[in-house]
């Protein structure tokens, strides 16, 4: 019955429509937030807070807690300093944004948080921060509380072993606190800087 088989025909199309606008839908939405990871955490913000408390040492050698940066808006960059790519750009985006900002940019306290503790003492961190805006402090510590404190920020940092050594896979978003300790927002990676700057001077206040 050809009348029998169109129906079949145009059930399998409208099926094969649907699935195709559902992937088309899931790739806008998963591409829009950059990094695919970087949306796993951003969806999370409903649940249990992002940040909170972290006990690590400054790249000076002084050991600090999050206690320390209360009443200052924070930046909050996870990252190692033997990275390619991501992590150098994102420090020279800030530093950028930095200037961009002038002297209100003074109250904002933003923290490189290595994932690569193992290799990024605080003299190798105050070494590496040399290139970049000299009020951007290098945070690391033991394993623990390294692992601690990207818990807390629900972060995401992977060893990857590589031909000579190792690399890391890590979140590529800034974290946004308010003076309360508060997360606001991320700027992802490659954000729209108009966009990015807007949201320092939100957080700003
Ligand atoms: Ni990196």
Partial sequence: MPVLRWIRYGAWAAVCLVLFVVAAILLGWWQTDGPGRTRTVATEAGGSPIGGSFALVDHTGKPVTDADYRGRPMA??????????????????????????GPEADRLQV????????????????????????????????????????????????????????????????????????????????EDEAAALAKLRRVLG
């Fill in 76 to 101: 909050v960059f996870f990252g190692f300093t033997h990275c390619p790519e991501v992590c150098p750009t994102t420090l020279f985006d800030i530093t950028t944004r930095l200037k961009t900002l």
């Fill in 111 to 190: 923290l490189f948080i290595t994932v690569d503790p193992e290799r990024d003492t605080p003299p190798q961190l105050a070494l590496y921060l040399q290139s970049f805006d000299p009020r951007i402090v290098g945070l690391s510590g033991t394993r623990e509380q390294i692992n601690a404190a990207i818990a807390a920020y629900k972060a995401y940092a992977k060893r990857i072993p590589t031909e000579n050594g190792y690399t890391m896979d890590h979140t590529a978003s800034v974290y946004l606190i308010d003076a309360e300790g508060r997360f606001r927002t991320m700027i992802d990676y490659h």
